[in-house]
């Protein structure tokens, strides 16, 4: 009994002190040894926790790397800092800025009516249409087919649904639209950090881009499935996927304490060179086919595979490679969709970023418009 009091002090104090210990899965930590430079695998079982060092192996007790971990998911706390992406409210005069407004009748457009105000103080007149001013829809219209876009529709398939709702436009017309905003929130989302964890993904994906065939190389957070970032290249070098690496730090502000691949040579010295040899006294760990006992992990970033390959189709119908189609698709995917997964939320919201408002592209595009 004294003796394992022993151990839970030894363990409280491997707790607190800084990287001792590495997440790798909430049933999976490594600890370091405090007498060597090994560090020991303390893993969940049905049994309860075992470590892989001698005091757990051959005395069967739980040892101080244990109770280090019990220690420190204690010690975890995972609060957040919130961001809130708010609706905007259309209520003020774009010249002087008063909210003394008055209706001033309806402008008829051909495909929708917009209301006009006029200023009670300085007597502009003007519309409140704030990120689709001249625009040939309305902002219902057109986050519609941004919607219906990015959940695997044609282009073709958008605008005969648009048609359908009375609104005359070509594809071409819808197309301008998905790259006008798409350009648009990227630009502003580039300003928001979300809270990663430090537990990263990557994996390359095929693509066709006008018949050719291309690499989509994602890195995405493990445990709210952001899509942090991503490359599309010709070849599959080092060299090809080292960008997406650092770009991936830019974005998150951090790097990974573990990242985990498919153990294909281009991400091993990619992460060797942009995070390993960089960060001499912040090392990252790269882990090769890693497979958990009842995980679902491994599944993660074959689903995002299965979403991006439902939009083949789409994609061969692209001239370039700076596609907005991708970054779109990006958008959709961190701040749209919600994933079951994840409770319902989007990885926005699990990353501490909620926009509110039920049309969340409508307040992206206004807040964006804002800026
Ligand atoms: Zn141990
Ligand atoms: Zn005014």
């Given at each position: 009994?004294?003796?394992?009091?022993?151990?839970?002090?030894?363990?409280?104090?491997?707790?607190?002190?800084?990287?001792?210990?590495?997440?790798?899965?909430?049933?999976?930590?490594?600890?370091?040894?405090?007498?060597?430079?090994?560090?020991?695998?303390?893993?969940?079982?049905?049994?309860?926790?075992?470590?892989?060092?001698?005091?757990?192996?051959?005395?069967q007790v739980c040892c101080?790397?244990?109770?280090?971990?019990?220690?420190?998911?204690?010690?975890?706390?995972?609060?957040?800092?919130?961001?809130?992406?708010?609706?905007?409210?259309?209520?003020?005069?774009?010249?002087?800025?008063?909210?003394?407004?008055?209706?001033?009748?309806?402008?008829?457009?051909?495909?929708?009516?917009?209301?006009?105000?006029?200023?009670?103080?300085?007597?502009?007149?003007?519309?409140?249409?704030?990120?689709?001013?001249?625009?040939?829809?309305?902002?219902?219209?057109?986050?519609?087919?941004?919607?219906?876009?990015?959940?695997?529709?044609?282009?073709?398939?958008?605008?005969?649904?648009?048609?359908?709702?009375?609104?005359?436009?070509?594809?071409?017309?819808?197309?301008?639209?998905?790259?006008?905003?798409?350009?648009?929130?990227?630009?502003?989302?580039?300003?928001?950090?979300?809270?990663?964890?430090?537990?990263?993904?990557?994996?390359?994906?095929?693509?066709?881009?006008?018949?050719?065939?291309?690499?989509?190389?994602?890195?995405?957070?493990?445990?709210?499935?952001?899509?942090?970032?991503?490359?599309?290249?010709?070849?599959?070098?080092?060299?090809?996927?080292?960008?997406?690496?650092?770009?991936?730090?830019?974005v998150a502000g951090k790097?990974?304490?573990?990242?985990?691949?498919?153990?294909?040579?281009?991400?091993?010295?990619?992460?060797?060179?942009?995070?390993?040899?960089?960060?001499?006294?912040?090392?990252?760990?790269?882990?090769?086919?890693?497979?958990?006992?009842?995980?679902?992990?491994?599944?993660?970033?074959?689903?995002?595979?299965?979403?991006?390959?439902?939009?083949?189709?789409?994609?061969?119908?692209?001239?370039?490679?700076?596609?907005?189609?991708?970054?779109?698709?990006?958008?959709?995917?961190?701040?749209?969709?919600?994933?079951?997964?994840?409770?319902?939320?989007?990885?926005?919201?699990?990353?501490?970023?909620?926009?509110?408002?039920?049309?969340?592209?409508?307040?992206?595009?206004?807040?964006?418009?804002?800026?």
């Amino acid at each position: 009994m004294e003796l394992n009091n022993k151990r839970q002090e030894k363990g409280k104090k491997i707790a607190e002190k800084q990287d001792q210990i590495t997440r790798i899965d909430e049933d999976h930590y490594l600890v370091k040894s405090q007498s060597n430079n090994k560090q020991y695998d303390v893993i969940a079982t049905e049994n309860g926790w075992t470590c892989t060092c001698p005091d757990h192996c051959f005395r069967q007790v739980c040892c101080k790397h244990i109770h280090a971990v019990e220690v420190s998911l204690e010690i975890r706390k995972t609060v957040k800092e919130q961001v809130t992406i708010n609706e905007i409210q259309n209520n003020s005069c774009p010249k002087c800025h008063s909210t003394n407004i008055k209706k001033d009748g309806i402008r008829h457009n051909k495909n929708y009516d917009i209301q006009r105000f006029k200023c009670r103080d300085c007597n502009k007149k003007f519309s409140i249409n704030l990120g689709f001013e001249k625009m040939k829809a309305s902002p219902q219209i057109i986050t519609s087919a941004l919607q219906l876009y990015f959940t695997g529709e044609s282009l073709r398939n958008t605008q005969k649904f648009l048609e359908l709702q009375g609104v005359k436009v070509t594809h071409k017309t819808v197309w301008n639209w998905i790259r006008k905003y798409t350009n648009l929130m990227e630009k502003y989302l580039e300003k928001i950090t979300p809270q990663v964890s430090d537990k990263w993904r990557t994996d390359e994906l095929y693509l066709r881009i006008k018949g050719d065939r291309k690499y989509l190389f994602a890195m995405m957070d493990d445990e709210t499935r952001f899509w942090i970032a991503k490359q599309v290249s010709t070849h599959k070098n080092t060299d090809d996927v080292r960008p997406m690496f650092r770009e991936s730090v830019k974005v998150a502000g951090k790097k990974p304490k573990v990242l985990i691949s498919d153990g294909a040579k281009n991400f091993a010295q990619a992460h060797t060179k942009e995070w390993y040899s960089r960060y001499k006294k912040d090392q990252s760990i790269h882990i090769r086919h890693v497979h958990f006992k009842n995980d679902m992990n491994n599944n993660k970033m074959e689903r995002l595979n299965g979403e991006i390959r439902d939009r083949e189709k789409i994609m061969r119908g692209l001239k370039k490679e700076d596609t907005p189609i991708l970054s779109g698709y990006q958008i959709y995917h961190n701040y749209v969709r919600s994933h079951m997964g994840l409770d319902g939320k989007t990885p926005a919201e699990a990353c501490g970023i909620k926009i509110a408002g039920k049309n969340k592209w409508k307040t992206l595009i206004q807040n964006a418009s804002q800026s």
